[in-house]
């Protein structure tokens, strides 16, 4: 083949992609807020979470952050963003971890967390709402599915709001526009690798 043959057809190819894609982008102009769940056994849920947060706060919209685990533990991101008015967040306040046997005070520990999440949910000036981990409350009975639901459902029009945790109910997973499965191909910890500061939190 000549170089012009292969321009030709280099050239037919990017039109044809060109064509593909806009047609692609002029069927996709439906705007509202949206429901993303960023699942899986894979690392980068939360990091990705807080990653759009980022993204929100840079427009100057107001964003809530709901940490439905490790409350007391340290948060890179979180430290990095407070200071901005735009941001509220919200910590399980009693720190609920794996080992706790107390299912009533991490009950309680939920509720309250889960009570400011309802408030954001249902606040029209909220552009964005992260509810990091939540997935564990359901799976561990802590919150039921259907208060979640309805709360999603009612949320107002323009919000936009990203689940995080493995084990996604198959209920909030039918619900979603966005679902991403983070896939574990290799993970450090399994080689002996503590978490680092500034990696992992
Ligand atoms: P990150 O906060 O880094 O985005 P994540 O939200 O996807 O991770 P979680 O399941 O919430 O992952 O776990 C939180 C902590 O566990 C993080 O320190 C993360 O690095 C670590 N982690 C994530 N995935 C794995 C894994 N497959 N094996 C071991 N540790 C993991
Ligand atoms: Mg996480």
């Not at 593909?20 to 102009?29: I, L, Q, S």
């Not at 000036?125 to 459902?153: H, S």
């Not at 709001?161 to 209920?171: D, M, P």
């Not at 526009?177 to 503590?194: C, P, S, V, Y």
Request: proline share 1%; glycine share 8%; net charge neutral.
């Amino acid at each position: 083949m000549s170089d012009e043959q292969r321009q030709t057809r280099h050239r037919r190819a990017m039109e044809q992609l060109k064509a593909h894609v806009d047609e692609r982008v002029a069927g996709a102009d439906e705007e509202r807020g949206q429901l993303l769940i960023f699942t899986g056994n894979g690392k980068g849920k939360t990091t990705a979470a807080w990653g759009t947060v980022t993204r929100a706060l840079g427009y100057g919209y107001r964003v809530g952050v709901l940490q439905f685990i490790k409350g007391e533990w340290e948060c890179g991101e979180r430290a990095r963003l407070e200071a901005d008015d735009n941001l509220e967040v919200a910590i399980m306040a009693t720190g609920f971890t794996w080992d706790t046997r107390n299912r009533d005070s991490d009950r309680a520990a939920c509720q309250q967390v889960w009570q400011e999440a309802a408030r954001m949910l249902a606040d029209p000036n909220c552009y964005l709402v992260v509810l990091d981990e939540i997935t564990y409350m359901l799976k561990f009975g802590y919150l039921e599915m259907a208060a979640v639901r309805q709360a999603l459902e009612n949320r107002p029009r323009e919000q936009s709001v990203i689940v995080t945790g493995r084990n996604a109910h198959r209920e909030l997973l039918a619900m979603a526009d966005t679902i991403t499965e983070m896939q574990e191909t290799r993970h450090a910890f399994n080689n002996g690798l503590k978490a680092r500061r500034g990696l992992d939190y």
